[in-house]
């Protein structure tokens, strides 16, 4: 059974709904932590909504949305950025441009908030994938900010990764297979949502947000953390010594 939760609702900003959701989850769920993405136009209308006991960390992005920069081996005619299936071996990105692109949405969230980001992940997980994560490391030791991780890289705070919880899979036997894994702690993945328009035509995982919502704020999702000894935690909480 693991010891510490991190709950982490990506897409903070990718709309209204996503933003009202992921608070809504944080006010009256288990929802402990977000990572924005600061590229999106509702990115700074999100900010506001920001509350001390939510982590926040940076949801690095080049495959939705605009660019922050002038990089170009990322985007596509239209100046938007590429679709996640073009970085498998089909695009060739520089890797100077990716950095200053990621740079300037970190930059960005501290300028807008006045306030540190706790951690890093990326959208579609190109941070994750093997030719990009020099980059991760770069940015990770320039602002000694851990990442999400499948398993331990580095010498910064770790939780595991799991991304397991989702659709049909948003339920109480996937949360009960994540929480009784043996590490001493894991970071959820999660995408709650309160549905909007936005939403519906901007990304094909849409719907099943909802339900993930509903399940983060139930009494039995609280109630087994409760009975199991689990502790709720974020990235700022993980690395800070007790």
């Known amino acids: 059974m693991i ?31 977000t990572t924005i993405m600061m590229n999106m136009p509702d990115a700074k209308w999100s900010c506001r909504f920001l509350m001390p006991e939510l982590g926040v960390g940076i949801h690095l992005n080049i495959t939705a949305g605009f660019p922050l920069t002038n990089g170009q081996s990322f985007c596509n005619s239209q100046g938007e950025f590429k679709k996640r299936s073009d970085y498998h071996g089909r695009i060739i990105v520089d890797k100077e441009e990716l950095y200053r692109e990621w740079k300037a949405q970190i930059e ?102 909802a339900k993930e919502l509903d399940f983060l704020m139930s009494k039995k999702v609280k109630n087994y953390l409760k009975k199991n000894h689990i502790t709720l935690t974020n990235y700022s909480y993980l690395y800070t010594p007790e």
Do not use: W
Request: charged share 25%; net charge negative.
């Open 3 to 33: 010891k510490k939760l991190i709950v982490n609702a990506d897409d903070f900003g990718l709309s209204k709904g996503c933003t009202l959701g992921i608070i809504l989850g944080h006010k009256e769920g288990i929802i402990t932590s």
């Open 108 to 209: 960005l969230y501290i300028k807008t908030t006045g306030r540190m980001p706790d951690h890093l992940d990326s959208h579609h997980h190109i941070h994750l994938m093997d030719e990009y994560q020099d980059i991760i490391f770069r940015l990770s030791d320039e602002y000694n900010l851990p990442f999400r991780q499948e398993k331990c890289l580095n010498d910064k705070v770790y939780a595991k990764f799991i991304a397991s919880f989702n659709g049909d899979h948003a339920d109480m036997k996937t949360f009960k297979e994540i929480c009784e894994q043996n590490d001493e702690t894991i970071e959820l993945m999660t995408h709650s949502a309160l549905i909007d328009q936005r939403l519906l035509t901007i990304s094909s995982y849409n719907l099943p947000r």
